[in-house]
Each structure stands twice: as structure tokens, then as C-alpha cells.
């Protein structure tokens, strides 16, 4: 299946603000994708663009999106205030889910979370908020970061994808507070950011398989 063509969106959050996206929906869509992005990044991430791609062309779509405004990431530029603010970025995961499920071309579409980083956090977070959620994927997470409650709370069949040690020991920790059907995936070689050679290939490949498998039910 080919790559779908991105639409450039906005969405308007509960409380007024307005974050920008990137939504691509292939032909026969069987089901939908967000990507929560990791601290300092954006929709313009390269490695989670890698990942829609991938994505795209198994007939899932994708949502690439600002969890800030263009005010905030300037002031996170210089004050790093809101990129480990998970409360936040998880609102605006569920102010998406609320839009996407207004929207007449994704309204029936089953929903997943791809987070990154501190971004796999957030979307924990609003996974355990938000019952739309069906799967998430992490990838070199910061589950932790989601907190204990939270993670006892999601539901969603959840997929930890990890490299580094660091970030191995506090997946594994994280796993064992969650109840919901889980897997810890380790991609041999590969370090945090999965810049390796064939390591975000293979992340891609997990998490199709992953989203196939949880959305297309």
C-alpha cells in the first residue's frame, strides 16, 4: 500500500488552544495512529515520520501532532518547563482523541498511541483517561514518567519497545505495575534513540505488527 498524503490540521483543544497536526489517511483505513513525540521534538520529528511512513503503507493512519503551542516550544526552548510537564501533553492526547472522534473520516476508525521518549508517557496517561484508546506502542519510553496510578489504570494492550540499558530497567519496572496485556521488546544493538543502522526499521515493524493486530480486530 502506498505512503497516504499528509493534511495539515489544527485542532482546538477543550479549554481554546489551538496545536497544529499532520493527518494522513490511507485508503481503507483500518484504523488510526497518534504520535505523542518525545521532550524538545515536534511533529516534524524525523524518526516518528519514519515510523507513520511505515505505518501508512499497512493501511493505518497517522497523526502527527504539536503537543505546544508555537508560545510554549519557545518558551521551552529556553526554560525546558513544559516538555516534562506529562499532565499537560496528555490533555492534549485526549483534546486529539475528542477531535479525531468529531471527525466524519476518522469518527469510526480504532485509536492508538505511539509515543516516544516523554511522549510515551503522556499518552499512558491519557490512555488511562481516555477508553478510545485500543493500543499503545513506546518507544524508548519514559513510562515511569506516567506515574503509578495511571499506569495501573490503562487498559489499552500495550507494546514496550526499548535499547539502552537506562531505559530497559525502568521499562521493566514500569511493566510490572500495569495490568493490561503488555510486551517488553528489546532491539538488540540499538541505543536510545534508535539511530543504528535497521533499529527504527525494526521499531517500525514491531509497532505495525502491534497496531495491526489491536486495531483491525
Do not use: C, K
Amino acid at each position: 500500500m502506498a505512503q497516504a498524503s499528509a493534511t495539515p490540521i489544527r485542532i482546538t483543544q477543550a479549554d481554546g488552544v489551538v496545536v497544529d497536526g499532520d493527518l494522513a489517511i490511507p485508503d481503507a483505513a483500518t484504523g488510526l495512529v497518534v504520535f505523542a513525540h518525545g521532550s524538545g521534538s515536534s511533529r516534524h520529528s524525523r524518526r516518528n515520520r519514519h515510523v507513520a511512513s511505515a505505518l501508512q503503507q499497512r493501511g493505518l493512519a497517522t497523526l502527527l501532532m504539536d503537543l505546544l503551542t508555537p508560545d510554549e516550544e519557545a518558551i521551552d526552548a529556553q526554560t525546558s518547563e513544559f516538555r516534562f510537564d506529562i499532565e499537560l501533553l496528555a490533555r492534549r492526547l485526549v483534546g486529539a482523541a475528542d477531535w479525531l472522534a468529531d471527525e466524519p473520516s476518522t469518527r469510526n476508525l480504532r485509536l492508538g498511541y505511539f509515543g516516544a521518549s516523554t511522549g510515551a508517557a503522556a499518552a499512558l496517561v491519557a490512555a488511562a483517561r481516555n477508553d478510545r484508546a485500543a493500543a499503545i506502542v513506546s518507544r524508548g519510553g519514559r513510562p515511569d514518567l506516567a506515574g503509578g496510578h495511571a499506569l495501573h489504570a490503562v487498559r489499552a494492550p500495550t507494546l514496550l519497545i526499548v535499547g539502552d540499558q537506562q531505559v530497559i530497567e525502568l521499562n521493566e519496572v514500569a511493566e510490572d505495575r500495569m495490568p493490561a496485556e503488555r510486551q517488553l521488546v528489546i532491539v538488540p544493538g540499538a541505543t536510545h534513540l534508535f539511530e543504528e543502522p535497521g533499529a527504527l526499521d525494526r521499531v517500525a515493524e514491531l509497532a505495525g505488527n502491534w497496531f495491526v493486530q489491536h486495531l483491525t480486530e
